[in-house]
Nanobody, 120 residues
Framework: QVQLVESGGGLVQPGGSLRLSCAAS????????MGWYRQAPGKQRELVAE???????MYADSVKGRFTISRDNAQNTVYLQMNNLKPEDTDVYYC??????????????WGQGTQVTVSS
């Protein structure tokens, strides 16, 4: 079994910054990719950013140039540095992990979600 634990959400003023963290733990052989999604009430969950085992990244157009995703492979942890935050970034942010267990089972795992609110 694999778990993702997120931290770092909160309330910030427009133009401010936040850093989200997500640590994977449990029966992990290899973390193929980790990323962040966000979801507003009544809307579909959307990809914000993802980083794969090789370090390649992808970003939603709306966050390019403002958000940076990074990972610590040794700690199975992913970070999302969010700068120049805008009110439209307000959402619940979910960590996502694509992981192989030691028994070669593939899991796509979600964190519990962390609220990010951008407001003056």
């Amino acid at each position: 079994q694999v778990q993702l634990v997120e931290s770092g959400g909160g309330l910030v003023q427009p133009g401010g910054s936040l850093r989200l963290s997500c640590a994977a733990s449990g029966d992990i052989f290899r973390v193929v990719a980790m990323g962040w999604y966000r979801q507003a009430p009544g809307k579909q969950r959307e990809l914000v950013a993802e980083i794969n085992i090789g370090g390649s990244t992808m970003y939603a157009d709306s966050v390019k140039g403002r958000f940076t995703i990074s990972r610590d492979n040794a700690q199975n942890t992913v970070y999302l540095q969010m700068n120049n935050l805008k009110p439209e970034d307000t959402d619940v942010y979910y960590c996502n992990g694509k992981i192989y267990s030691t028994m070669a089972r593939y899991f796509e795992v979600w964190g519990q979600g962390t609220q990010v609110t951008v407001s003056s």
